[in-house]
DNA sequence: CTGAAAGCGCTTACAG
DNA sequence: CTGAAAGCGCTTACAG
């Protein structure tokens, strides 16, 4: 690769002069100019991000920490977005190699190191020491699904309190009485105000609540069938079953027709993040749709205003979430005896 | 963040000296190495990783230039298996936001002024010109799913023909004949290897190819169902479908319902990938598993032997295929008549 | 309008 | 075993 030295001799010019034009400086000549840009034309130059960073202190590239599988449709659509907002920014994405359980490993070292302008992150617990430390550093930060806020963080969320209230009303209008909750991992945000909408729901309709109809899970396909299992042996099961995503609902719905009951015949199901999926499924799922996509890309549109503006505001965003009616849902099967309440 | 300098001014010595045990240099004094410790410990120090790329010409970062979208879940498995490599390796990854379609904009170009160590490359077109520069640039490199080499570019692939072939073989035993294939995009090395899978599969057990049974693609949902509209309005259609990809044989089961036909009481179908949703689906799908996350792994072991050493011979390796058969395929419910020949 | 010089945070011969 | 100096490829006051 050329360097600038390669233009400005080729130019006949200082290398000063070339890095003014290659910025766009007013104060350079039109003929010099034309020279320095036929210089580097002609040997193909392009200036090396990585140096001009050294000196700027920008590296044009933000990092994302994930701490979920790829494989994850969630994860998935999130990224999409991201990439979608990077596209003409000018900025690179870098995915970081964190290795978050080893104690001698620190993750603002690892993005100080590297340079970062900002960083995005996702799925960490919110006590790990990283959040903490994140938000002390003064990088800008923009949490997904996390509640931490700092100087120089924000964070931006769905509305889950709302999404999980209306499909509790939902399965409520149409006659369920006993409604479970398939949750997340206790201590999350995420799980917390999920759970939080439940109780609304059922609060709303003055329906107890019962310790025995939740039960903790981990988002994943394999706990929905667990959850499902222990709620399935309860001496008066659930009519009704709201799941943390709709990973944990497909689990649901097998773990439900493998002791030969029907969604919705038996029991309605509900899930929680519309993927695509979702609508592929049998039977086609009732669930609560996130602007995922959305959320990944206004995370890199706040975050690179922050980025450009030292007193940008940290930004609190909330994503609507709405109820998507499909088939898993029906009318509860048998009227609720009085014994329920 | 604490410099190079801060840490030579407290330990007394000079930066050299620190540069030296901080890699690990053998003729340093073991009381000059302790004084430097401490000092590093003191101060927090961490090295500058840009920097000392500058200097050194390596960025421990590798870059990966997937051009399909993210929520594709052949590419959340692949930058799975990619992460998962890459862990302890001591590299990050860099997404680059390549503009292919800009002419005015250079892959190579946007590598080598990031100083990227080595380059993964996944859904590019085999004749984009990014690929022959790339190759040419002398950038180590990890083609996926594309033909393509050089003195520094490897690849990797899954037995896609043998794949399709053992698909095709699978229908035949349970007495199907009039066997349609959905492609994908044709001119894809991937695509044409699988269609060669697919005439093998034909012409072992001496049944002609008709062009009417191909349909191009694009390995989406959307083009199953596209294609398979056009293979229900043949005169004679077809009893078997064999699909690129999971995600069209998805399209298809849909698209055969929609006409009020049954997967497999009427058509059999067989996908390509098996993602997770395959098991998940009904009719579970049988399909072509592709060691995926494991040609994620080994894009990366490949990528770093080619980087840590210039004369390792770039790789062509070939993953196993094989078929998993599940629901989705029956055995052909009349009588093929002697007309198909 | 142009260029010499210092500096960003490192590493690497080289001399002592 | 240690350090002064040059250099990686840039940018930025500053002087002229």
């Known amino acids: 690769m050329a360097s600038i030295h390669d233009v400005a001799k080729e130019a006949g010019v200082s290398v000063a002069t070339v890095s003014k034009v290659i910025n766009h400086y007013p ?3 039109e003929k010099t100019r034309r020279k320095v840009k036929n210089a580097i034309e002609l040997l193909r130059y392009r200036p090396n991000v990585i140096a001009r960073g050294l ?3 920008r590296s044009w590239t933000v990092g994302v920490l994930i701490n979920i599988p790829f494989t994850n449709p969630y994860v998935s659509m999130l990224l999409e977005g991201i990439k979608t907002a990077l596209e003409n920014s ?4 870098m995915r970081l190699s964190a290795r978050l359980n080893d104690p001698d490993y ?6 100080q190191s590297r340079n970062l302008d900002g960083v995005v992150v996702f799925g960490v617990e919110k006590d790990h020491r990283s959040i903490q430390e994140l938000i002390e550093s003064g990088i800008p930060t923009m949490f997904v699904d996390t509640d931490a806020t700092g100087q120089r963080a924000g964070n931006i ?5 709302n999404g999980v209230h209306k499909a509790v009303r939902h399965l409520i209008e149409l006659g369920h009485q006993r409604i479970a909750y ?5 201590g999350q945000p995420v799980n917390e105000s999920r759970l939080a909408g439940y109780l609304d729901g059922l609060k709303a309709s003055s329906i107890p609540y019962r310790e025995e109809y939740v039960v903790n899970g981990d988002y994943s396909y394999d706990s929905g069938i667990q959850g499902t299992k222990k709620l399935l042996e309860l001496a008066q099961r659930p009519t009704a079953i709201v799941c943390t995503s709709d990973m944990t609902a497909f689990g649901a719905i097998h773990a439900i027709e493998a002791q030969g009951l029907t969604v919705p015949g038996d029991i309605s199901v509900v899930g929680f993040d519309n993927i695509f999926e979702a609508e592929l499924f049998k039977p086609a799922l009732t669930t609560i749709n996130q ?11 706040e975050l690179i205003s922050m980025i450009k503006s030292a007193d940008y505001p940290p930004p609190v965003v909330t994503e609507p979430s709405s109820l998507i009616v499909r088939e898993s849902t029906a009318r509860c099967p048998e009227p609720v005896s009085g014994d329920v309440h």
């Open 291 to 301: 602007h995922i996509h959305s959320i990944g890309v206004k995370s890199i549109e």
């Open 55 to 57: 000196v700027t202190g």
């Open 90 to 93: 000018g900025y690179d994405l």
């Open 27 to 29: 104060d350079v000549s």
């Open 182 to 186: 398939l949750a997340g991992i206790p």
């Open 157 to 161: 969320t769905t509305d889950n309190r």
């Open 106 to 111: 620190s993750f603002i070292d690892h993005c």
